[in-house]
């Protein structure tokens, strides 16, 4: 019987064809093996973190500063001012680098109020003044601004700041330093006003003699001030 292979392959040449298939085939595998395997120089990588472990709790923050307060009040001295019963009132926009010098509170029924110093390493200062009544008139200086802050309960009587020597020449002489002091300012429940140097450094007598904010200063902590309500306790940030 003929064979039914094509004339190139007889059966010696097929048989060779076949081993030479499975040769190929076999050292295929092998490379294919190899290749699939980490060779020795790689590092595996990693393996990743369990998410069950444990994560380590954040410090707490640390205290706010105390000019992070608002008008640089601690809760401790708002508090302080709140006992009075009286309106809170106080600067929203203070210079950089004052802070609370002393705080003064007046108990009384009719004539009862408070007093903020505020001082810089400058030695400058000035004070906001609280009284439920018992007010006088303000001196007149050489020198006036109108005011018209947005505390005002009363818009139909011309407020204003006063600062330079005393026009009264008798008061100039007792008193030569000039003066910075606002008119006293209706408010809810009594008046507010602004005092400068000259009036700290003859009532307080600080250790260390104060100077007068400029003018300009002053009008932007008057037309700052604002009526401070239960709700915010003094850890407000200035703005």
Avoid at 14 to 37: N, Q, R, T, Y
Avoid at 203 to 210: F, G, K, N, Q, S
């Amino acid at each position: 019987m003929r064979s039914s292979l094509p004339p190139h392959l007889h059966p010696a040449r097929w048989h060779s064809f076949l081993l030479g298939w499975a040769l190929a085939g076999c050292c295929l595998g092998l490379v294919v093996a190899c290749d699939s395997a980490p060779t020795a120089l790689e590092p595996s990588a990693p393996a990743p973190e369990s998410s069950t472990a444990s994560s380590t709790e954040p410090p707490p923050p640390p205290p706010p500063p105390d000019t992070a307060f608002l008008a640089l009040l601690t809760p401790d001295q708002t508090a302080q001012i709140r006992e009075l019963g009286l309106p809170l009132v106080l600067p929203t926009a203070i210079p950089d680098g004052f802070g609370v010098a002393q705080i003064l509170t007046r108990p009384d029924e009719r004539f009862g109020g408070y007093q903020i110093l505020y001082r810089d390493r400058r030695d400058r200062c000035f004070l906001i003044e609280f009284t439920m009544g018992g007010i006088g008139g303000t001196p007149a200086t050489e020198n006036r601004l109108p005011l018209d802050p947005p505390i005002l309960t009363d818009d139909t009587v011309s407020y204003g700041l006063n600062y330079g020597p005393y026009s009264d020449p008798a008061l100039r002489e007792e008193f030569p330093d000039p003066s910075l002091l606002s008119d006293w300012l209706p408010v809810d429940a009594g008046f507010v006003r602004l005092a400068g140097a000259a009036l700290i450094n003859n009532t307080l007598a600080p250790t260390v003699p104060c100077s007068n904010v400029a003018v300009d200063e002053a009008v932007v902590i008057i037309d700052s001030l604002a009526v401070i309500t239960d709700e915010i306790q003094g850890d407000g940030v200035v703005e």
